[in-house]
DNA sequence: ACGAGGTCCTGCGAGC
DNA sequence: TGCTCGCAGGACCTCG
């Protein structure tokens, strides 16, 4: 999926087009995606609702209308939110999940290959509490590295897997973990609670900068992640260590060692300057 | 409380 | 060429 920088990069695009904008004629090509909300009643709710905001929320694009609902969709691994300006051909048409028009003859589609991702109808309440079970936003003004310092002693996790729970930490996946790691000199199979306060202050520089730097970008693409017009991110190109499996270490030459002990996810890491000492 | 592993899906590239 | 296998930016669940 997208992480925090892709769906930051979604949600800044979509803005122009569907901020004040109808929605009409919504169509769901495949239902296995909604949560807590049956076809009708999406189809229902939306159809002639006009979009009061667009926002982002760890990894999720949360489209508010203006009757309160707000329509919560969680990209995860290969969702694309588009928008197009003229009519799909068939291989654009295929895994379409979702489609509205919105306007001066464009379309708004959400597209998913594998369908792991998710469209949630929520209500305010719904939506206050579902956020509240959602750790703090890392690029928020007012995280500062003591509240980040704090949220680690909360785990013995790896801190690798700390980063990339949701509860604790809203919108580091896999591959920012990885990089914020190296950036930082840390071992991702230390435990969260004993990581040192030099070490913690590192990492919160680093998870900040990393995400702030892919953002600037447009964000990553691995393979699937495309923005709003369909064209791919790029930071790809400043990636350190994710996807560099056997290449040296850019810092001191060492080969880049991957491993699947942490939570079954590939962590790319440098021996040597992620050592025990962190 | 934690870690390990399966599940939801489909496509792709590697290896035979 | 054609197959099988493992892997993929995520998150939720069960089991031990």
Known sequence: MPELPEVETIVRALQPHLTGSKLRNPKIFKTDVLRHVSPRRLIEVINNNTVQDVTRRA????????????VVIQPRMTGNLLVYDRRLTPSESRYVVFRS???DGKTFVYRDVRRLGTISLLDATAWESYTQSIGPEPLADDFT???FADILTRTRQAIKKALMDQRLLAGV??????????RAGIDPSRSADRVTQDAAHRLYD???GVLAAAVAAGGTTVRDYRNVAGDPGAYQQALLVYGRDGAPCVRCGTRLHTTHSIDGRSTTFCWRCQGRSS
């Open 101 to 103: 028009a919105i306007g």
């Open 59 to 70: 990894k999720h694009v949360v489209i508010r209308l203006a009757t309160g609902e707000r």
């Open 145 to 147: 590295a003591e509240r």
């Open 173 to 182: 996946g896999n591959i920012y973990a990885n990089e914020a790691l190296f």
């Open 206 to 208: 680093a998870v900040r």
